[in-house]
Antibody
Framework: QMQLQESGPGLVKPSETLSLTCTVS????????WTWIRQSPGKGLEWIGY???????NYNPSLESRVTISVDTSKNQFSLRLNSVTAADTAVYYC????????????WGQGTRVTVSS | QSVLTQPPSASGTPGQRVTISCSGS????????VYWYHQVPGTAPKLLIY???QRPSGVPDRFSASKSDTSASLAISGLRSEDEGDYFC????????????FGGGTKLTVV
């Protein structure tokens, strides 16, 4: 059974970089669309972007200038970097696997809460 | 404001049938597959329906979905207490070089 687990700081200062890692176990990170989703407090889901294991990806245009998703096949991990964060980036961040299609997200991490505050 | 429009809330009694709508446009639902997720507060969303009307293994056939033009709907029959939570529709939007979009979510209460 595949499992995904997010890790990273729970508190980030404004203007700094948010960095999260998703460790994939129980299966290979090859193939599939490795995706980040976030959910602001009391709000809905926001698609951040995905990276295919080959290095081809796509980002939400509203975040594209600040976001990077990378895949490390040697460690079976993928990562999210979001630059120049503000309070509006405070959210629960989920990593997920897209199977067959970008939004066929069949495995999810439990989510990690990130607060942007000084 | 979400690209996909869902009613903020829905409710039903045990055993009842409820439907949740998801309205979009020609650049998203009109041309791309729709997905549905169920989220129990405090947990990650769970894939409920993929490619408009397909159920992953383990999802009971009480859940069904359909798509027509620029709208989609999720139906839950034989409502159970464990069906409570938030339901989100999702699809790909072809504007702005393409992006995933979600509905604002519908909170289902089983009264």
């Amino acid at each position: 059974q595949m499992q995904l687990q997010e890790s990273g700081p729970g508190l980030v200062k404004p203007s700094e970089t948010l960095s999260l890692t998703c460790t994939v176990s129980g299966g290979s990170i090859s193939n599939h669309y490795w995706t980040w989703i976030r959910q602001s407090p009391g709000k809905g889901l926001e698609w951040i972007g995905y990276m295919y294991y080959s290095g081809i990806g796509n980002y939400n245009p509203s975040l594209e200038s600040r976001v990077t998703i990378s895949v490390d096949t040697s460690k079976n991990q993928f990562s999210l970097r979001l630059n120049s964060v503000t309070a509006a980036d405070t959210a629960v961040y989920y990593c997920a696997r897209g199977d067959g299609d970008y939004l066929e997200l069949d495995y999810w991490g439990q989510g990690t809460r990130v607060t942007v505050s000084s | 404001q979400s690209v996909l429009t869902q009613p903020p809330s829905a409710s039903g009694t045990p055993g009842q049938r409820v439907t949740i709508s998801c309205s979009g446009s020609s650049s998203n639902i009109g041309t791309n597959a729709v997905y549905w997720y169920h989220q129990v507060p405090g947990t990650a969303p769970k894939l409920l329906i993929y490619r408009n009307n397909q159920r992953p293994s383990g999802v009971p056939d009480r859940f069904s979905a359909s798509k027509s033009d620029t709208s989609a709907s999720l139906a839950i029959s034989g409502l159970r207490s464990e069906d409570e939570g938030d339901y989100f529709c999702a699809t790909w939007d072809d504007t702005l070089r393409g992006r995933g979009v979600f509905g604002g979510g519908t909170k289902l209460t089983v009264v």
